[in-house]
């Protein structure tokens, strides 16, 4: 599917047949082409019309690339990476934006449909303001957009690390916890990957030798950039928080394997006489004086049932139950 929308002459045009791309490319309009899914056909545009070099409408198709900025002189190729879904309790997924810059036209090219660039779309079709201030303020919108969708995403992950912390005191499945934190781990690591990139990107994007990007709306690049900064030192304390809470979480297990241990050896300990008594009482020597008695089977065990009494006082006083 193939979308765009043109500036000239203080109008905006939409959904315009794409035979009339090459007319406002040679009148100097300024042009955003969005492709979604794009098929053969349509992908032949980025050669035939905009004449792009074959390694990039590479990378387009190749897919699952990290971020990264392309100088061909007359244009620049920019590859993001948005995220998709906000379920912490998933794998995290994400999509490539190929965005080509030049100078009087913006396209945009990816192969899932995605809010965060159909919410930009929207508000440039409908205000001339973003064409006026040039063409380099579309991407400055659609990075905008990109980074934004990351804080609800760390605001999740801080709610889940204290969610966490709460369930490793009372929750009675422990390798359940375990799953949680080591899942979490591995997605903040993994998103930890995606966003270093992409401050690259906008660190090539806020040189000045790049003339495609006007002076003016430099402060805005660099405000996305500010952005991203937060979001990395905020996933870097998360970080840390996890690993402590897989500290705490192990400790609590250790605490656990002691207290159970514990149970253990008092039981043990007490059953320890008791053995002792009936060992002894069970060795087969013909002449043992207390076997006669009468009332010794009675004896035994209330001699037996007064050691577990006291061994049950001694462990209270001691405070080991």
């Known amino acids: 599917m193939i979308r765009g929308l043109a500036y000239k002459n203080g109008k905006i045009y939409k959904d315009f047949p794409v035979e009339k791309i090459k007319e406002f490319l040679s009148d100097s309009a300024l042009i955003w082409l969005d492709m979604e899914k794009p098929d053969e056909k349509e992908l032949s545009l980025l050669n035939d019309v905009f004449h792009f070099h074959p ?35 998933r794998h995290f997924t994400y999509s490539e934006i190929y965005m080509f810059l030049g100078k009087n036209y913006f396209v945009t090219l990816h ?22 201030r040039g063409i380099d303020f579309i991407p400055y919108n659609v990075l905008d957009a990109v980074v934004d969708d990351y804080f609800p995403v760390m ?4 709610e889940r690390i204290d969610y966490i912390e709460e369930e490793i005191f009372k929750n009675p499945y422990p390798q359940k916890i375990q799953d949680e934190i080591l899942l979490l781990k591995r997605n903040m690591l993994k998103l930890r990957k995606t ?33 991203l900064l937060r979001i990395i030192d905020l996933l870097d304390t998360y970080q840390d928080l996890l690993a402590s809470t897989l500290e705490l979480f192990m400790s609590q297990i250790s ?6 241990m514990k149970t253990l ?16 009482y069970g060795m087969n020597f013909k002449y043992m004086p207390e076997l006669n008695n009468h009332y010794g089977y009675f004896i035994t065990l ?19 139950l």
């Open 255 to 260: 605490n656990k394997m002691n207290g159970i």
């Open 195 to 227: 966003l270093s990139p992409q401050r690259e990107v906008l660190n090539i994007l806020l040189r000045h030798e790049l003339y495609i990007i006007k002076e003016e709306n430099r402060p805005y690049f660099m405000d996305v950039y500010d952005h």
């Open 302 to 320: 209330a001699v037996m049932g007064l050691i577990t009494i006291l061994e049950f006082i001694f462990f209270k006083i001691k405070k080991w």
């Open 111 to 132: 192969w899932e449909n995605l809010n965060t660039l159909e919410s930009v779309y929207r508000r440039t079709a409908e205000s001339e303001i973003i064409f006026e």
């Open 155 to 158: 605001d999740r992950i801080g």
């Open 55 to 89: 390694l990039a409408i590479e990378d387009c198709v190749k897919r699952q690339q990290r971020a990264k900025v392309d100088d061909y002189k007359d244009y620049y190729f920019i590859l993001l990476n948005a995220f998709k879904g906000r379920d912490v309790n």
């Open 265 to 280: 050896t008092i039981i043990t300990t007490i059953i320890m006489p008791l053995t002792l008594i009936t060992g002894i």
